[in-house]
């Protein structure tokens, strides 16, 4: 190894080089301000436009405190969360055994998998739901409960799960570390369990972020089968009163970026905590 | 420690045939090493072995028990992969208790045993790092780690060293055996690395086309190859085409030269083409000055190459019997240079004779 002379270690820091590096094209900034302008001028009209409109004596964040006391907003706000983490854990528990096994021992069926998984991009949401009206009223019982929505919420997010499981599964080596597990007396369910899920959290954390915006935000289908979720309660005030719609839309945007930043945080902190449930388990 | 024998595999991959009806014995305590190139097979009958892969016909015996029918998770088998196999979201600790957890074994136990493991391996002091803080050959070591402790029957290693650098291999391969001999622990090492094979084993099966092509001690695997694939995966050989000119007398003409070859085993009649091999360390070269004459036994070669390789160097030669390599000191090959002529001279006592 080459030895740090007494001379080396007296020569004053070159700091062009530093400086050079550190120098940021102006293009970079161009491009990052437009990007950004593209994003939060929307959100910042939003945001104006829902504190506007307030009689003289009002708050200014009349419109906000008026939806928050309208009781329907609190049930169709919460009927969207249960049904989101009811999407959220149907998909899960559907998708992970599912693309795990692919993965390891039936990878021809791969293709298979990437085809079946772009199908609800293909078919349009008011097609397929047109399509399984029929079908969902032959069984009334499931017809008129809001589970049903998660059901069909779990095709709607079925592509954006399964990519990012799928991505979560090439970056390891699934086989080796499947192996290597079974070769110390480990049963398939408990390596998934202790070896396979923890390396699969942050895909599992983007998949499920993305299966809770996609249920939160989905109109077509709750509006058809006629349950009154948060965005079918916010489309609906909003046409009646501008000021309350836009504000609801704005709390719709708090609540996933809050729920994306919950999940980051989650995610950033999985190796610790997976390190922690491991020493836990027995 | 377990015996393994294994009886008849066969297997094929399509077209394929991995292993093609092989027999293999291993002692108790014992190290052996499949040797071969890719495709040999090698590797698949280590799996076999894991459970990993089943064969189409043949037996799979530890402690005289067939073991096919059990899952690789029944089998007690300690395994070390080629590619770096520790569980990501796991220390090092945690890696090597793993197999004690699924055992159930008390965290205190789990604990001891994973320290002296790491002990054992020189990592006594990386107990709480993660796979992805530590190197290639600190990774495998833990996996070695982690095999051992299930007190495994039978430790099986996948070329466990081909993915690390050329010191970090021959200093890991030294410890390996130094953990295997200290343990006894009956092993069986899949490697196309013929060096290692030769440096760690107590025995060396070398395959070609899913077969055995010879099995013995490094020295006999070495110096007396059995079949022309054998001589030529092992080591450098030069190759020489001969007549048996008298079977009694084991004498070959190679080219000009009458060659005396003194295998016991030879027993080809006259008048058959065989395949004379001798290694470029038992070919002995002179400088032919002006006026020197020719030995008996000796004949004459032109430089072609010189290879250095440290303490020796290759010589490549032109002869009269076809183009032969020798190894030289390299403080001799000081005095060589393309197209020296030079004084060729055979050490017959090494030559091996192989029917065509």
Known sequence: ?282 | MATVELRGLCRRFGNVVALDHLDLEVGSGEFVSLLGPSGCGKTTALRIIAGFEWPDSGEVLVEAKDVLGQPANKRNMGMVFQAYSLFPNMTAQQNVEFGLRVRKQSHEVRAQRARELLELVGLGSALNRFPRQLSGGQQQRVALARSLAIQPSVLLLDEPLSALDAKVRVQLRAEVRRIQQELGITTLYVTHDQEEALSISDRVAVMSQGRIEQLGTPAQIYSGPRTAFVANFVGTMNQLEGTVVSMEDRVVRCGPLLLSVPDPTFNHPAGETVELFLRPEDIGIEVLSNGTQLVPGQFEGRVTSLTFLGPVTRVGLTTDIGPLLADVSSAVALNLAADTVVAVKLDSASLRSIAR
Do not use: C
Request: net charge positive.
């Open chain 1, 1 to 282: 190894m080459a030895q740090v002379t007494a001379a080396d270690a007296a020569r004053p820091k070159d700091h062009r080089f530093r400086r050079a590096r550190n120098r940021v094209p102006v293009w970079h900034v161009i491009w990052l301000v437009l990007a950004a302008l593209v994003f939060l001028v929307p959100i910042y009209s939003v945001v104006q436009f829902s504190l506007a409109g307030v009689q003289p004596g009002q708050s200014p964040f009349h419109w906000y405190l008026t939806v928050f006391d309208d009781p329907m907003f609190r049930s169709s706000f919460w009927l969207s969360i249960q049904i989101a983490l009811e999407t959220v854990a149907v998909s899960l528990v559907l998708m992970v055994p599912t693309v795990f096994w692919v993965h390891l021992r039936l990878p021809g069926l791969r293709p298979v998998m990437d085809l079946i998984s772009i199908l609800p991009f293909v078919v349009p949401p008011i097609v397929l739901v047109v399509g399984l009206l029929p079908f969902l009223k032959n069984i009334t019982f499931l017809f008129v409960r809001p589970e049903v929505l998660s059901l069909i919420y779990v095709v709607f997010a079925l592509p954006f799960l399964y990519r990012a499981l799928d991505a979560g599964l090439r970056a390891i080596d699934l086989r080796t570390l499947v192996e290597a597990a079974e070769s110390l007396g480990a049963k398939t369910p408990r390596t998934l369990l202790l070896v396979i899920l923890p390396n699969l959290r942050a895909a599992i954390i983007g998949g499920s972020l993305l299966t809770i915006a996609i249920s939160m935000g989905e109109y077509t289908v709750a509006s058809l089968l006629e349950f009154n979720t948060f965005p079918v309660y916010t489309y609906v005030i909003g046409t009646s009163t501008a000021y309350e719609g836009v504000a609801l839309s704005f709390i719709s945007f708090i609540f996933v970026w809050a729920a994306m930043l919950a999940l980051y945080l989650l995610g950033r902190g999985g190796r610790s905590a997976a390190a922690v449930a491991i020493t836990d388990y027995n």
